[in-house]
C-alpha cells in the first residue's frame, strides 16, 4: 500500500505507448548498477530532459511532442530511485545520477546530445555537461543552484538561506518525520511552484503518490544527502569551463535567476539567459509552448 491513503500505490508503466503522449514510449534500462525507467519518442536530434525534485519524467509531458513535433528525439527518464525507476539504497552523487543518464543514452545508441535539467536536474546536467564535455551539444539549465558555485551559500538559514536543504539531507529524521504525511509536506510547496490553476490536480494524479509510495520520499531525500560533497567534487574536479553553449532559464515567479548565474558564471563562457512570463518553478507545467519555441531557437 501507499504510505498514505489517500493516494493510491502507483503502478510501475508496461513498456508500450504513454498515454496522453502520442508518439511516445515507456521504456527500462539497466544501467549503472540501477533500472531506470524512461520516456522517449521523436526523432532527430537528441533532447535529454531531466527532472527535479519532488517530480518524476511527467513534469515534462506537455513539451515532450512540442519537441518531437519540432524535429528532436526527445528522452526524459526518471533519475536513479524516483518515479518508476528502481529505489536504488545508494549512488545518488550527482556524477554518479549523471553516469545513469549517460549509460541510459548510450544504450539507445545515442552519442551526443541537447541537454536540460531543472532543480536537481540541472545539477545532474552539470556533472554530465562537465564529466562528458565533448558529447553535449548545447546545455540548458533551468531553476537551481549549482553545487560547489553558490549552493552552499543559500543553504544557509542564518544568513537567509533555504532551510529546506538541511532538512532533506537528514535521511533518516527527514523520512520519520514525513511518513504518512506526505501529501501534507508536499502539496502547498507544489502548488507555490507552480502558476497554473490546476497544480493541486496534477501533483495529486502525476508526482505525489511516487512520493508517497514505500521509499519514495527517502529516494528523494538521498538526492540532498550528497549535496555537500557534490559541491566538494564539483570543486576538486574543475579545471576548466564548459565550452558548450549555456542557457540559464527561469520563471518570472520562480526562483531567482541571479542565484544559478553566480555559478555558470564560473564555470561556462558561453552563456544566454532568459525570463519565462507568467511562470513558476516548473517551466513546462506552466510555459511548455514558450518553452518549447526558445529551446527551439538555442539549439538551432
Known amino acids: 500500500m501507499s504510505e498514505n491513503p489517500l493516494l493510491p500505490l502507483p503502478l510501475a508503466p508496461s513498456a508500450g505507448a504513454v498515454v496522453d503522449v502520442p508518439g511516445f514510449q515507456h521504456g527500462y534500462a539497466e544501467v549503472n548498477g540501477t533500472r531506470l525507467h524512461y520516456v522517449s519518442g521523436g526523432s532527430g536530434p537528441v533532447v535529454v530532459l531531466l527532472h527535479g525534485w519532488p517530480y518524476t519524467w511527467a513534469i515534462w509531458r506537455k513539451l515532450l511532442p512540442q519537441l518531437a513535433s519540432a524535429g528532436y528525439t526527445v528522452i526524459a527518464p526518471d533519475l536513479r530511485g524516483l518515479g518508476s525507476?528502481?529505489?536504488a539504497p545508494d549512488g545518488y552523487a550527482k556524477t554518479n545520477v549523471a553516469r545513469d543518464v549517460h549509460e541510459l543514452v548510450q544504450q539507445l545508441g545515442h552519442v551526443k546530445i541537447h541537454l536540460l535539467g531543472m532543480d536537481l536536474g540541472a545539477m545532474v546536467a552539470y556533472a554530465y555537461?562537465?564529466?562528458?564535455?565533448?558529447?553535449?551539444?548545447?546545455?540548458v539549465l533551468a531553476e537551481?543552484?549549482?553545487?560547489?558555485?553558490?549552493?552552499?551559500?543559500l543553504m544557509n538559514p542564518a544568513t537567509g538561506g533555504y532551510w529546506h536543504f538541511g532538512f532533506h539531507m537528514q535521511v533518516e529524521v527527514a523520512t520519520m518525520l514525513t511518513a504518512g504525511k506526505e501529501v501534507a509536506y508536499l502539496l502547498p510547496t507544489m502548488r507555490m511552484m507552480s502558476t497554473t490553476r490546476d497544480a493541486e490536480a496534477v501533483a495529486?494524479?502525476?508526482?505525489?503518490?511516487?512520493?508517497?509510495?514505500?521509499?519514495?520520499?527517502?529516494?528523494?531525500?538521498?538526492?540532498y544527502a550528497t549535496l555537500l560533497a557534490d559541491g566538494q567534487e564539483n570543486r576538486a574536479r574543475f579545471h576548466d569551463r564548459l565550452s558548450m553553449p549555456v542557457l540559464v532559464l527561469n520563471g518570472d515567479r520562480g526562483l531567482p535567476q541571479a542565484h544559478l548565474l553566480v555559478g555558470v558564471e564560473q564555470v561556462a563562457t558561453d552563456i544566454a539567459t532568459d525570463i519565462i512570463p507568467d511562470c513558476g518553478h516548473t517551466i513546462a507545467e506552466d510555459q511548455p509552448q514558450w518553452v518549447a519555441d526558445r529551446l527551439g531557437r538555442f539549439f538551432a
Not at 555537461?129 to 546545455?139: D, G
Open 204 to 223: 495529486r494524479e502525476h508526482f505525489l503518490p511516487y512520493y508517497a509510495a514505500p521509499g519514495g520520499m527517502r529516494a528523494g531525500f538521498q538526492h
Open 144 to 153: 537551481s543552484v549549482l553545487p560547489g558555485f553558490g549552493l552552499e551559500e
Open 85 to 87: 525507476s528502481v529505489k
Open 129 to 139: 555537461a562537465a564529466s562528458y564535455p565533448a558529447e553535449v551539444r548545447r546545455l
